[in-house]
C-alpha cells in the first residue's frame, strides 16, 4: 500500500491481511516502480489522503505505474491520483463534500462481483473524477458523484472514490477481496502459524549462542515477543519484569505467574515499588510523570542489566502499528517500555530484534494463543506504559493507587459480569483530584470523585463512549462506593475522542 495520508490506511491494510494476504503500508517517497516490481509485490493499493491532486504540495507518483503489469487499486485520493496520472480531470465540488452514507449503483466488474446494483458506501471526499482518462470506464456512481469508480480492466487498475475499508460500505470487505484474490491473483495463505513457524527457524539460526535480553512490561506484546523468543532460544532468553507498582491489581503476580509457572521462561521481577512512588512524589503534570516512569525504568533496567552481565541482543515487543506511526516507514531504533525515551547508551547490544513488527494487534493476539498463552492475558485490553500514574489526576500517593485499583477492579468485574468485556475496547476507572459532599448514615463525608472510563474504537485514534446500560453502571457505582473507602461519588464519562482523549491524562 503506498501511503498518501488517509486516515484509514491501517484500517485497508486490516481488510487486505482479513483475507489471508501480507500487506505493508510504505510512504509513497519510499519506493520506486521498479522497486515494486523488484520485490515482486502481487498488487497495489493507493490509499486515500487529505490533499487535492493539483495542489503544488501534493503528493504524486510516476505514472509509470499503471504500465507495470501490477494490478493496481485506488482508494479516494488514490482514485483522483489515478485519475490525473492518466490524464483525466478532477473537480473540486466547491468547498460541498460527500460525506457519509451513500447509495451507490455499480456496473458489473471483476472489482465488483458478488455486489448488488446498489448499495451502501462511506463517502468522505470534496474533490472527484469529473472525466475519467482514456482507456479508462465510469463502473459505479452515485447522486452526487457521476464517477464513483473507475477501472481499466485490461491493466487491472481500478479506483473507487468511497471506502471500501470502513464498516459503513456494506461490500467493502467484498471488494477488497476482489480486488487482492481475484484481481491480483494472490493465493490467501498468509497464516499466524506460517509466522510462528518461520520466526522460531529464523531466530533459531540468528540468534545461535547468543545471550538475548527481553523487557517484559505485562503487556500483551513484549508477552508474545518473549514466548516466541523462549521457542527459538530457550533458556537464552532472559525476561526482566520491572514491578513499578503501576500495574492494576494482581497483575504483577499474574504475568510472573504464567511467564515463569506456565510458559517456563526465565523472568527476573524487580520489585521497584519504593524507586517509583520516592521519583513520582509532589509530581502532577501529566508529561513530567511519563518522562520520570519512563527514565526511572531505564534505571532499573540498566542495573538489572548490570547485574545480569554481558548480553547481545535485545528484544522489543513493537508491533505493525508503532513501526508505522513512527512515521518513517521504519521502527524508531527503541521502542521503549514506555514509548518515551529510549534505553541508555550504557547497555550496548550488537543487536536488536523486533519478532512482531511486521503483526497488527490482534494477529499479535492469535499468535499469543497459537503459543499457548492464556487465553485472560492475551486479550487483555490495552494498559498505557505509565500505568496507572495517568489514571490519577494530580500527584501519584500510594494511598491514591490502592483506592484506584480497588475501583478499577469492582469496575472491570461488573463488565465481565454484564458480558461487555468483548464489545468494549478499554475501560477502566480515574481518580479524579477532585473531592465532593456527600452523606453516609448521619454524617456527611467529603470523598473523591471517581470516574468510569470506557470506549469501542477500532484504532484508538478515535473513540466514543461505550453505552453501558444504566443497571451495569448503577450496579459498579453502588459496589464502589460502598466498597472503597474515600470515594464519595462516581460519574460516567461520556466523551468522545476528539474531543476527549482515551486515557485523562
Ligand atoms: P489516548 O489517551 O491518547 O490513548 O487517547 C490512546 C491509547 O493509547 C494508550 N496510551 C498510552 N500507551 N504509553 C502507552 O504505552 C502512554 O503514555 C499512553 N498514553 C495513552 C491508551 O491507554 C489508549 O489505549
Redesign the pocket.
Known amino acids: 500500500m503506498l501511503d498518501f495520508g488517509g486516515q484509514y490506511n491501517q484500517l485497508i491494510a486490516r481488510r487486505v491481511r482479513e483475507n489471508s494476504v501480507f500487506a505493508e503500508i510504505i510512504p509513497y517517497n519510499r519506493i520506486t516502480v521498479s522497486e515494486i516490481k523488484a520485490r515482486g509485490y502481487r498488487g497495489v493499493i493507493f490509499t486515500g489522503g487529505p490533499n487535492s491532486v493539483y495542489d503544488a504540495q501534493s503528493p504524486h507518483y510516476s505514472p509509470e505505474i499503471l504500465d507495470a503489469g501490477v494490478p493496481v487499486l485506488g482508494i479516494c485520493y488514490g482514485c483522483q491520483l489515478i485519475a490525473y496520472m492518466g490524464g483525466g480531470e478532477i473537480c473540486s465540488a466547491d468547498g460541498i463534500s460527500e460525506y457519509g452514507k451513500t447509495q451507490v449503483a455499480v456496473k458489473p466488474s471483476p472489482l465488483f462481483d458478488g455486489v448488488p446494483g446498489t448499495s451502501i458506501c462511506w463517502m468522505s471526499h470534496t474533490d472527484y473524477v469529473k472525466t475519467p482518462p482514456e482507456g479508462f470506464e465510469i463502473i459505479a456512481e452515485t447522486a452526487n458523484c457521476p464517477c464513483a469508480a473507475l477501472s481499466d480492466s485490461g491493466r487491472k487498475i481500478y479506483g473507487v472514490q468511497f471506502h471500501p475499508e470502513v464498516t459503513h460500505t456494506e461490500y467493502g470487505r467484498k471488494i477488497i477481496e476482489n480486488f487482492v484474490i481475484n484481481i491480483c491473483g494472490c493465493a490467501g495463505d498468509w497464516t499466524t502459524d506460517d509466522f510462528i513457524e518461520t520466526s522460531v527457524k529464523k531466530y533459531r539460526e540468528e540468534l545461535k549462542g547468543k545471550k538475548v535480553l527481553c523487557a517484559l512490561s505485562g503487556g500483551v506484546d513484549s508477552s508474545v515477543a518473549a514466548v516466541l523468543l523462549h521457542k527459538a532460544i530457550g533458556s537464552n532468553l532472559i525476561c526482566v519484569f520491572v514491578d513499578h507498582g503501576l500495574l492494576r491489581k494482581d497483575e504483577g503476580d499474574m504475568v510472573e505467574r504464567v511467564m515463569k509457572e506456565e510458559m517456563g521462561l526465565n523472568v527476573l521481577r524487580i520489585d521497584a515499588r519504593e524507586r517509583f512512588l520516592s521519583k513520582l512524589a509532589g509530581v502532577t503534570l501529566p508529561e513530567e510523570k511519563?518522562k520520570i516512569i519512563g527514565t526511572e525504568f531505564i534505571r532499573v533496567f540498566e542495573d538489572a542489566a548490570k547485574e545480569i552481565g554481558k548480553v547481545d541482543v535485545l528484544v522489543q515487543g513493537t508491533i505493525y502499528p508503532d513501526v508505522i506511526e513512527s512515521g518513517k516507514g521504519d521502527a524508531a531504533v527503541i521502542k521503549s517500555h514506555?514509548?518515551?525515551g529510549g534505553l541508555p547508551d550504557v547497555i550496548r547490544f550488537e543487536k536488536i530484534v523486533e519478532p512482531l513488527r511486521d503483526l497488527f494487534k490482534d494477529e499479535v493476539r492469535a499468535a499469543g494463543r497459537k503459543l499457548g498463552i492464556p487465553e485472560y492475558l492475551v486479550s487483555r485490553q490495552?494498559?498505557?506504559?505509565?500505568g496507572l500514574a495517568?489514571r490519577i489526576i494530580g500527584e501519584v500517593t500510594k494511598e491514591k493507587l490502592d483506592i484506584l485499583r480497588e475501583s478499577d477492579a469492582i469496575f472491570r468485574e461488573e463488565i465481565a459480569l454484564a458480558g461487555l468485556s468483548g464489545e468494549i475496547n478499554?475501560y477502566f476507572t480515574v481518580l479524579t483530584n477532585c473531592r465532593t459532599v456527600g452523606v453516609m448514615g448521619d454524617a456527611g463525608t467529603y470523598g473523591y470523585t471517581l470516574a468510569l472510563r470506557a470506549v469501542t474504537t477500532d484504532d484508538?485514534m478515535t473513540?466514543d463512549f461505550a453505552r453501558i446500560p444504566f443497571d451495569v453502571l448503577a450496579k459498579a457505582s453502588g459496589r464502589i462506593t460502598n466498597e472503597v473507602r474515600s470515594i464519595g461519588r462516581v460519574v460516567y464519562d461520556i466523551t468522545a475522542?476528539p474531543p476527549a482523549?482515551?486515557?485523562w491524562e
Not at 382 to 386: I, T
Open positions: 511519563r514506555h514509548n518515551v490495552p494498559f498505557p506504559g505509565p495517568i478499554q484508538f473513540a475522542k482523549t482515551v486515557e
